[in-house]
T-cell receptor, first 116, second 108 residues
Framework: EAGVAQSPRYKIIEKRQSVAFWCNPI?????LYWYQQILGQGPKLLIQ????????DSQLPKDRFSAERLKGVDSTLKIQPAKLEDSAVYLC??????????????FGSGTRLTVV | SQQGEEDPQALSIQEGENATMNCSYK?????LQWYRQNSGRGLVHLILIRSNEREKHSGRLRVTLDTSKKSSSLLITASRAADTASYFC????????FGTGTRLTVIP
């Protein structure tokens, strides 16, 4: 089966600019996550979708970050305006059902964002 | 926080040796998962152990879980250079929360 697709692979922007990341999960996976991974740290959850509804966005900096999952399939994560501290790898993951159901996550390769 | 914390932060071994990584967490769990991340790549799911399981095997991997101590360990036997990566434990009730990982280096 095809994996989780993410694009772009790399992105360099200046601070205060906007940027968008795209994710296509594994077909049939109802749950989609966006994680932020700063160099040397573990992934930090930003937002969880179940189909096209938001389940948890408590750790999403909503003043600058937004995400949507139209039609319960693809998802986009946007940052506007970007700050230097947003430099990180943004990982998308999907799973058949929620974490409570006991399914492993499938991660994409991530988008490495550098804000200069 | 529900996140797991791995120990040690870094581990360097010779090829063929066994590598053991530990994970501690703070709250009750449904399951605990281990992931591997090669440099610059996404995370790969290795193994999931449920709260009612004590030990699980997958190839050269052995995971144990002690819910009374809120801890888990990942053992990689007969390590290979290709096992060089960061290893993360992750747990949580509705979402997965990750620790900071153990950086494993296997020297050929």
């Amino acid at each position: 089966e095809a994996g989780v697709a993410q694009s772009p692979r790399y992105k360099i922007i200046e601070k205060r600019q906007s940027v968008a990341f795209w994710c296509n999960p594994i077909s049939g996976h109802a749950t989609l996550y966006w994680y932020q991974q700063i160099l040397g740290q573990g992934p930090k959850l930003l937002i969880q979708f179940q189909n096209n509804g938001v389940v948890d966005d408590s750790q999403l900096p909503k003043d600058r970050f937004s995400a949507e999952r139209l039609k319960g399939v693809d998802s986009t994560l946007k940052i506007q305006p970007a700050k230097l501290e947003d430099s990180a790898v943004y990982l998308c993951a999907s799973t058949l059902a929620g974490q409570g159901e006991g399914y492993g996550y499938t991660f994409g390769s991530g988008t490495r964002l550098t804000v200069v | 926080s529900q996140q797991g914390e791995e120990d040690p932060q870094a581990l360097s071994i010779q090829e063929g040796e066994n590598a053991t990584m530990n994970c501690s967490y703070k709250t009750s769990i449904n399951n605990l998962q281990w992931y591997r991340q090669n440099s610059g790549r996404g995370l790969v799911h290795l193994i999931l152990i449920r709260s009612n399981e004590r030990e699980k095997h997958s190839g050269r991997l052995r995971v144990t879980l002690d819910t009374s101590k809120k801890s888990s360990s990942l053992l990689i036997t007969a390590s290979r250079a290709a096992d060089t990566a960061s290893y993360f434990c992750a747990t949580g009730r509705n979402n997965l929360f990750f620790g900071t990982g153990t950086r494993l280096t296997v020297i050929p």
